[in-house]
């Protein structure tokens, strides 16, 4: 089993429409979870970070943590054409510049139609 | 404040040959890491320095190494290229060395092996 489950996609939804991703992990270590965006031909940027469980909303973006059940989600409101891109779950056991001991999905790719 | 910069961005080589990749971190920061970002595998991580010491390391054969330079910049060589090598190689700076410093990633160089 991977450490870090995250469906692929990709994932094709209109302008507007509450985007879904999620992503799974077997290790209960983790305390740091991150969402990063991959524009096409770009480095990944950092979006948000959740420390342990709970929610984390910034903007039109809402980061959830179950640590119960292994999950962790990252819902997009009111999505935008810009908001096409590839979006990539890590976490760790330490900080989120925890070089070395991040462990990253392999990224769900993402498609908000106009 | 100018971001991380990464020369190439595009490379093709050759099966038995070796490459040098270079990356340029924000101003500033001293740490910086490599990662290797494949469809199949996903982001994984390569090595980090800091302050010209090689700090972690991940799991790549001894072929993949790097260096830092005393003004941060840092180099990754990859010697005896085989196909599987392929991949975009991301570099990332940050201030300070684990914990919660955010890392920035560069554009990446795309490394093509034939």
């Known amino acids: 089993q991977k450490e870090v489950e995250q469906d692929p996609g990709p994932l094709s939804v209109p302008e507007g429409a509450i985007v879904s991703l999620n992503c799974t992990y077997s290790?209960?270590?983790?305390?740091?979870f991150m969402w990063y965006r991959q524009y096409s031909r770009k480095g990944p940027e950092l979006l948000m970070y959740t420390y342990s469980s709970g929610n984390k909303e910034d903007g039109r973006f809402t980061a959830q943590v179950d640590k119960s059940s292994k999950y962790i989600s990252l819902f997009i409101r009111d999505s935008q054409p810009s908001d096409s891109a590839t979006y990539l779950c890590a976490m760790t056991t330490r900080g989120p510049g925890s070089q070395g001991n991040l462990i990253f999905g392999k990224g769900t790719k993402l498609s908000v139609k106009p | 404040k100018a971001g991380v910069t990464q020369t190439p961005r595009y490379l093709i080589k050759t099966r038995g040959q070796q490459v040098t990749l270079s990356c340029s971190p924000i101003?500033?920061?001293?740490?910086v890491s490599w990662y290797q970002q494949t469809p199949g595998q996903g982001l994984q991580f390569l090595f980090e320095?800091?302050?010209?010491?090689?700090?972690n390391k991940g799991n790549f054969p001894g072929r993949f190494s790097g260096r830092q330079f005393s003004n941060s910049r840092s180099e990754m060589n990859v010697s005896t290229l085989e196909l599987g090598d392929s991949a975009l190689y991301l570099c990332?700076?940050?201030f300070g060395s684990g914990g919660t410093d955010t890392q920035y990633f560069g554009p990446g160089t795309r490394l093509t092996v034939l």
């Open positions: 101003s500033g920061h001293r740490s």
């Open positions: 990332a700076s940050s």
């Open positions: 290790n209960s270590a983790f305390q740091y």
């Open positions: 320095y800091f302050s010209e010491t090689q700090r």
